[in-house]
């Protein structure tokens, strides 16, 4: 798996959308990652913080797909403000726990992720939706 995860802030949807074809840039305040299935982990997160049903979330169309690009694979999502409001929420030791429940749900997937590499996705992702919080807007995620 090869892909790059742009975690991003924006004012709304349509300002969010711009990013489809090169990504956020310098424009929006981001976090970049890379190799690992971000709509899949938005919601195991929202799982692991609030105890809700992958199938459930999935069903109720999380994540919410903003804008996508069939011919070269590009996607806008919206954190949903659920998972936005428990990651804001969530101390060190909540967001230490979570990512490392998210380390062991993918390695019985046999896909490793390093427990610090999950800690500083999870705490990256927390401290971006606490300054989107303060700015009054959402995040967003890009995946090429």
């Not at 090169?22 to 981001?30: D, L, M, Q, V, Y």
């Not at 105890?51 to 806008?76: K, M, T, Y």
């Amino acid at each position: 798996m090869s892909l790059i995860v742009k975690f991003f802030v924006a004012p709304d949807d349509t300002s969010a959308g711009l990013a489809l074809r090169a990504g956020p840039g310098r424009a929006f305040e981001s976090l970049s990652f890379g190799n690992f299935d971000p709509e899949e982990a938005v919601v195991e997160w929202e799982c692991l913080l609030v105890d809700g049903s992958f199938e459930e979330l999935v069903e109720a169309g999380e994540p919410r797909i903003v804008v996508d690009q069939d011919d070269d694979g590009c996607v806008v999502f919206a954190i949903s403000p659920r998972l936005s409001a428990a990651l804001a929420d969530a101390g060190p030791s909540r967001l230490h726990g979570v990512a490392a429940s998210w380390a062991r749900l993918r390695a019985e997937d046999s896909e490793v992720i390093d427990a610090e590499i999950a800690e500083a996705i999870v705490g990256g992702l927390a401290a971006l939706v606490s300054s989107a919080q303060r700015q009054n807007q959402g995040v967003y995620c890009w995946v090429a």
